[in-house]
């Protein structure tokens, strides 16, 4: 019981500092779809 909860609370913190340190680094999912470069004008 004590090693699923650790791994809960392992797979949490991962889950946040993930989060955190790709948006610092500029690939959160706004940032990557929001570029002029990459509309689609037309086929």
């Given at each position: 019981m ?42």
């Amino acid at each position: 019981m004590k090693a699923m909860l650790l791994g809960f609370v392992a797979i949490a913190v991962i889950a946040v500092g993930a989060d955190y340190t790709l948006d610092q680094m500029g690939w959160s999912a706004a940032e990557q779809g929001a570029s002029p470069s990459n509309v689609r004008l037309g086929d």
